[in-house]
Each structure stands twice: as structure tokens, then as C-alpha cells.
């Protein structure tokens, strides 16, 4: 049973790094063919792909996020970190991360954490 848990620090000052991990169980983030997503849902909004990362070691990106977003990995740990440079309010959302077979359905979530960026 592969299991996924988002951890973060719940609150984030506006011009800081947000830094998230999501630690794996039940899979290696090394195991071919998965890839390991980051997603977040603002309130009222839809859920918006953020980036993965692949088995490989790979990241990729979304276009409108690229220039702020880092997704690494610790393999000794079997976790990826997604790390977002210079939030403002607009990126107070819920926090996914999610498993996939290559770039297929999203089949596997964390529960989510919310991260809120206020001063």
C-alpha cells in the first residue's frame, strides 16, 4: 500500500521560501517508471500541478511556476521536497503531493497540509 505524507510548516511569511516535503511508503521514489508531483488547491480554486519529479531524478515544471519552484529528492529517505522562492498571499493554498505511472492519473495522494503566507 503506497502512502504519501506532506509535511510543512503551516505558515509562511510573504517574501520567503516555503520548503515541503512529501515522504514515501510502500514505493522507492526510485522505482522505474513513477513520477512524484507536487499540487495545490487555493481556496476557491481548482487543483493546479506544480511539478515532478521522475524516478530518474528529473524535475519538471510548470511554466507559470518555473522561475520560483525547486523539486528534489533524498533517496536515503525516500522523501521529495518542493521548495517555492518568494511567496505572497496568492500562494496560500492546500498542499498535495501525488504518485503516478509515468505522466498518467495522479492514482496516489497525501492528505494534503495547508500552508497560509501572512505577515
Known amino acids: 500500500q503506497v502512502q504519501l505524507q506532506e509535511s510543512g510548516p503551516g505558515l509562511v511569511k510573504p517574501s520567503q521560501t516555503l520548503s515541503l516535503t512529501c515522504t514515501v511508503s510502500?514505493?522507492?521514489?526510485?522505482?522505474?517508471?513513477?513520477?512524484w508531483s507536487w499540487i495545490r488547491q487555493p481556496p476557491g480554486k481548482g487543483l493546479e500541478w506544480m511539478g515532478a519529479?521522475?524516478?530518474?531524478?528529473?524535475?519538471f515544471y510548470a511554466p507559470t511556476l518555473k522561475s520560483r519552484t525547486s523539486i528534489s529528492r533524498d533517496t536515503s529517505k525516500n522523501h521529495f521536497t518542493l521548495q517555492l522562492k518568494s511567496v505572497t498571499p496568492e500562494d496560500t493554498a492546500v498542499y498535495y503531493c501525488?504518485?503516478?505511472?509515468?505522466?498518467?492519473?495522479?492514482?496516489?495522494w497525501g492528505q494534503g497540509t495547508q500552508i497560509s503566507v501572512s505577515s
Open positions: 519529479i521522475a524516478y530518474s531524478g528529473i524535475s
Open positions: 510502500g514505493n522507492s521514489i526510485t522505482a522505474n517508471y513513477y513520477y
Open positions: 501525488a504518485m503516478s505511472a509515468g505522466w498518467g492519473p495522479l492514482d496516489h
